[in-house]
């Protein structure tokens, strides 16, 4: 059972990038997803969320607009536009299984990072 993110990697300030969360062993359409990010000597933090019933969707407040979670369920894989990224954008990004897509949450992390760095 594991969750892979990829499609990280190097872009200037105001690039994009699309990760992708490719699940293995399971099927993560039945399951909360979650994308987080973790900054050298900083918390890990919640940046975004799709749930498994209706699809809805979960932004942190710095992200919002900018960035769009989506999910492909033929190809078990959900997936985290970003537009517009900034310099602090920069971390390894992870996917997750979440129990819930707000409030307090617990998270499974399956796998991998992805590195996010955005040059000013």
């Known amino acids: 059972v594991q969750l892979q993110a990829s499609g990280g990697g190097l872009v200037q300030s105001g690039g994009s990038l699309r990760l992708s969360c490719a699940a293995s062993?399971?099927?993560?359409?039945?399951?909360?997803i979650g994308w987080f990010r973790q900054a050298p000597g900083k918390a890990r933090e919640r940046v975004s969320c799709?749930?498994?019933?209706?699809?809805?969707?979960y932004y942190e407040e710095s992200v919002k607009g900018r960035f769009s979670i989506s999910r492909d369920n033929a190809k078990n894989t959900v997936y985290l536009q970003m537009n517009s990224l900034k310099p602090e954008d920069t971390a390894v990004y992870y996917c997750a299984t979440v129990d819930r897509c707000w409030g307090a949450y617990d998270a499974i992390f399956r796998g991998q990072g992805t590195q996010v760095t955005v040059s000013s």
């Open positions: 062993g399971f099927t993560s359409d039945y399951y909360n």
């Open positions: 799709i749930s498994s019933d209706d699809g809805t969707t």
